[in-house]
């Protein structure tokens, strides 16, 4: 297997992803109340974040038609498209949204369906996803039975079904949204921009050098090393505005990963906590009572994976899972792996096991 990272792409990435930052603060005081690591963001990417939302705030109103109320959503608009379009071969920002106006009403709405299939219908693939969407392009009731069913916010509905009514306007308010961010986003990512192009090719050469080994050295066995594989070439993108996240991309067209820019080292700073055994047992039984949280556990743990399938079940949205898989990562409770063949969270039983030995231990009397 090899690894290429993408500089350009990576910046692109981080400008589509720009406008949820100004939902940042709300979803940072709801982590931190609920956290044993709220130490391991550091104070330069917090200021960022809080500069960032600042200077969205002119544009509050557009952002909310097209980004949905969450910094960590899945639904937002460019989501829909972005798993049709590909972001490797755009020269910059400038040249993607110019291409994005280029779509016709069927190319987007093909976009935006191929995502709901794949990500809320459990679709093996993205391919069988898109060849679904193809079949129920022209089905607008069937589409709109879809869309009823998504356990998503009504707002998120209600936009989807104005992208459907009529997509190429819909792409092209998004498209003038964007353009008028664009200066702010380059002012605001031009002095990370060598480190990304640093770190991106450090961690390229690394993994072309260790192989799988060194997804498991770098994560700090947060990844398994076997998530990646079943793909010859794989393209790497760094991300500033995720700094601490560590996500993989499937689409019909591409498929990448994005390695936040600080990951490495919260990674490290989450094992320096852990090696106080006493506060990482804290950080799972912490986790373990929030009673929505252990019902996702506990979904995972009979082999149900799929986000639209456990917020159906337990009643909430599909945000809302993903929010809590997400605190069950950072507790190492879940541990990125594969299943039925693809890259995803699965319950590290040993790790669980390890901390009820824990318990125990600290539990036992002690003689004398």
């Known amino acids: ?75 937002d608009f460019i989501d829909l ?8 071969n755009s020269k910059d920002e400038t040249s993607y949204l110019s291409h994005l106006l280029q779509l016709s009403n069927e190319e ?42 998504l356990p998503v916010e009504s707002a998120t509905k209600w936009n989807l079904y104005m992208i459907f009514d009529d997509p190429h306007e819909y792409t092209k308010r998004y498209v003038g949204l964007m353009k008028n961010l664009l200066p702010i986003f380059d002012e605001l990512y031009r002095p990370f921009a ?9 961690f390229v050469t690394t993994f072309n050098n260790e192989g ?6 770098l994560s700090y066995s947060n990844a398994k090393k076997d998530f990646l594989e079943g793909q010859d070439i794989y393209s790497i993108l760094v991300s500033v505005i995720g700094s601490y996240a560590l996500k993989i991309t499937s689409g019909p067209k591409e498929k ?11 990674f490290s700073k989450i094992r320096e906590i852990n090696e106080n055994q006493t506060l990482e047992r804290v950080s799972v039984f912490k986790n ?26 337990i009643g909430v949205t599909s945000a809302t899972v993903s929010y809590h898989i997400s605190n069950l ?21 040993d790790f669980l096991a390890e901390v009820i030995d824990g318990l125990n231990e600290d539990l036992r009397p002690q003689n004398g």
């Open 1 to 75: 297997m090899k690894y290429e990272f993408h500089q350009e792409a990576s910046k692109l990435y981080d400008f589509l992803m720009f406008p949820r930052c100004i939902y940042f603060s709300k979803e940072y005081a709801e982590y931190a109340s609920r956290s044993n690591y709220i130490d391991v963001m550091d104070q330069e990417y917090l200021d960022l974040l809080k500069q960032i939302e600042q200077k969205l705030q002119p544009f509050k109103d557009e952002i909310n038609e097209f980004y949905h109320g969450e910094f960590s959503s899945e639904h």
């Open 108 to 149: 987007i709405s093909l976009n935006v369906l191929t995502y709901v299939l794949l990500k809320d219908k459990n679709l093996p693939s993205a391919n069988e996803a898109r060849n679904e969407a193809e079949k129920l392009l022209h089905d607008f009731d069937k589409i709109k039975s879809i869309i009823k069913n």
């Open 256 to 266: 990448y990963m994005v390695w936040g820019l600080k990951i490495e080292d919260a």
């Open 288 to 313: 373990l009572g929030d009673k929505t949280r252990y019902e996702v556990l506990k979904l995972f743990a009979s082999g149900v994976t799929s986000t639209k399938e456990i917020a159906e079940i």
């Open 329 to 349: 990562a950072v507790a190492k409770i879940l541990k990125l792996g594969k299943t039925n063949g693809n890259a995803n969270y699965e319950v590290d039983f």
């Open 212 to 217: 799988l080994d060194g997804v498991e050295r």
């Open 194 to 202: 060598p480190r990304v192009k640093d770190y991106g090719e450090y």
């Open 81 to 88: 498209l972005i798993s049709g379009t590909t972001i490797m």
